[in-house]
């Protein structure tokens, strides 16, 4: 007696792993490939920007180049003060050494961020949090107003937007590359 034929399963299409998923596609964008060397081993890769806040409201005018500059330092001090990691524990432990010691470059760097935070009114202030969280963190404006409320109100979308665009120009103008004329 002859059984029955299987059917062949066919096999599920792969998506192109040198391209962003869908998923990740819905979540924002992504500007074309950049070819680079790696510099570790000389191999060409290719390089997906993820298109952040600040590079959308520049390519729509809403803010200038300025700002944008500001908004980048700001995010670079962000990065070098290690305010966004998470600190871990050591694997390797070794006696008499301290965790938790800061190098020189990451101690000026959170010293020029409270200087800019100082200007801005403070971390509690609308300008500071804006900048603590959309610049520095990189949430997004929506991600910001849904969470930030001043007096029992949330912030909605576009006073949002326009507190990031006062927050960049006053940015722009700490640290000097919008003159104090132009900045008022």
Known sequence: MAGKRKTKASKAKQDDLAKPSKWRLQH??????????DPE???PVQHRRA?????MMLASGS?????????EIFRGLF????FDSMSTSQLLRIPGSRVD?????????????????DLLGGHESPCGSCAWFVVGLEF??????????????????????GILVGTLGTLAMHFGLTPRAKAA
């Open 28 to 37: 924002g964008a992504f500007s074309g490939p950049i070819r680079a060397a």
């Open 41 to 43: 081993t000389g191999t």
């Open 51 to 55: 298109v952040d806040t600040l590079g």
């Open 63 to 71: 803010i200038t180049a300025q700002m944008h500059e500001a908004g």
């Open 79 to 82: 990065r070098a003060a290690c």
């Open 101 to 117: 010691t800061l190098s020189t470059m990451q101690i000026e760097a959170r010293r020029r961020v409270a200087a800019a935070l």
């Open 140 to 161: 997004s404006v929506r991600e910001w107003s849904m969470r930030q409320g001043w007096a029992g109100r949330t912030v909605h979308g576009p006073v949002g937007q």
